[in-house]
Nanobody, 125 residues
Framework: QVQLVESGGGLVQAGASLRLSCAASGRTFASYTVAWFRQAPGKEREFVAALAAASWSTSYADSVKGRFTIFRDNAKNTMYLEMNGLKPEDTAVYYC??????????????????WGQGTQVTVSS
């Protein structure tokens, strides 16, 4: 089972870009489907994006489609979330997640077995 560690969060102004990274331990990372979720204060954790291991197909929440991109570099055991055109409503703790089911993606938190500790993203207006 892999372990995940996020980095790259911070405080930015609206309209700015930010790239989050999620480093994974373990030699089987390439076979893991990965995802990003986020949780704002007082709100439920919500799906952001996912990337299937086998097909590299992606899925996005409507709120981030066209602005965020999920991708991975299996040689570096790392997944990323490129965020452009950030808005104040994107402010949240962002979590990376993974499961060992390489086919298809899930937008439900229960579909992922392994989670990182989270990284804070704050977008000021």
């Amino acid at each position: 089972q892999v372990q995940l560690v996020e980095s790259g969060g911070g405080l930015v102004q609206a309209g700015a870009s930010l790239r989050l990274s999620c480093a994974a331990s373990g030699r089987t990372f390439a076979s893991y489907t990965v995802a990003w979720f986020r949780q704002a204060p007082g709100k439920e954790r919500e799906f952001v994006a996912a990337l299937a291991a086998a097909s590299w197909s992606t899925s996005y929440a409507d709120s981030v489609k066209g602005r965020f991109t999920i991708f991975r570099d299996n040689a570096k055991n790392t997944m990323y979330l490129e965020m452009n055109g950030l808005k104040p409503e994107d402010t949240a703790v962002y979590y990376c997640a993974a499961n060992d089911r390489p086919y298809g993606t899930s937008s439900h938190a229960a579909g992922y077995d392994t989670w990182g500790q989270g990284t804070q993203v704050t977008v000021s207006s």
